[in-house]
């Protein structure tokens, strides 16, 4: 779920906790200095396991979501055909108008223009079901195709609800990497520079674990660009 920039700033954090945490004694009177590296445990805890998560839809749901659209499509286009046989046995052509679909015809619908076309078949199946028994048209069938559209109508939204959920993930992580650059930049680094006379080893291996390096497979940057702190 992070990206390529997202996890090497996360790496860096952790690599300031890492040196931080081998070397307590330059700040063992600095309770400031100790809540901001309490903060940046925390954020690291929070942000870690991100790195294995994704939002992608899984293949099953899309599996599923397929097999509903196939079923919808399959009990309406048989429902369609006994009512196009019936409209054509009573001279109806405003309902024979109606009833001209197939499977290949309703599967190629967008989910919106399916569901209505269904819904309209069901409702005119249902209006003319006495005289569709002689067609078969069992209560069994119209229950069928009624539980089909109820399914295909619930799941028809799901792209738009996971494109939803995931603007507001990738809302919530930058603005965890923004608490994040503000607590090592404004606070840690800040707060690190007097140790820089005091404890120049301890600042200068804090300077070290600072530094953002693009690891192979990510993004590199150019041989004439340093690496960046965080």
Do not use: C
């Not at 805890?45 to 991100?50: C, E, K, Q």
């Not at 229950?143 to 109508?153: S, V």
Request: glycine letters at 4%; a positive charge; hydrophobic letters at 40%.
């Amino acid at each position: 779920m992070l990206t390529a920039k997202q996890d090497n700033r996360l790496t860096a954090a952790q690599n300031v906790l890492l040196a931080l945490g081998r070397d307590a004694a330059p700040y063992q009177q600095d309770k400031a200095l100790q809540r901001a590296l309490a903060e940046l445990q925390q954020l690291a805890d929070d942000l870690t396991p991100l790195r294995q998560e994704t939002l992608r839809p899984a293949k099953g749901a899309s599996a599923a979501k397929t097999d509903r659209r196939e079923l919808l499509a399959t009990s309406a286009g048989e429902i369609a055909g006994d009512l196009y046989a019936y409209a054509t046995d009573q001279q109806d052509r405003a309902l024979q108008a109606a009833a001209n679909h197939s499977y290949g015809t309703l599967a190629r619908l967008r989910a919106t223009a399916l569901t209505d076309v269904a819904q309209h078949l069901l409702d005119l199946a249902t209006q003319h079901s006495k005289p569709l028994e002689d067609y078969d048209v069992t209560q069994a069938r119209l229950q069928e195709l009624r539980e089909a559209l109820a399914a295909f109508d619930g799941s028809k939204n799901d792209p738009r609800q996971q494109i939803s959920e995931a603007k507001a993930a990738r809302l919530a992580i930058k603005a965890k990497f923004s608490q994040l650059a503000t607590l090592l930049e404004d606070r840690l680094d800040r707060s690190l520079r007097k140790y820089a006379r005091s404890h120049p080893d301890f600042y200068q291996r804090i300077q070290a674990a600072r530094l953002v390096i693009d690891r192979k497979g990510k993004q590199k940057s150019s041989p004439e660009t340093p690496a960046k702190q965080q």
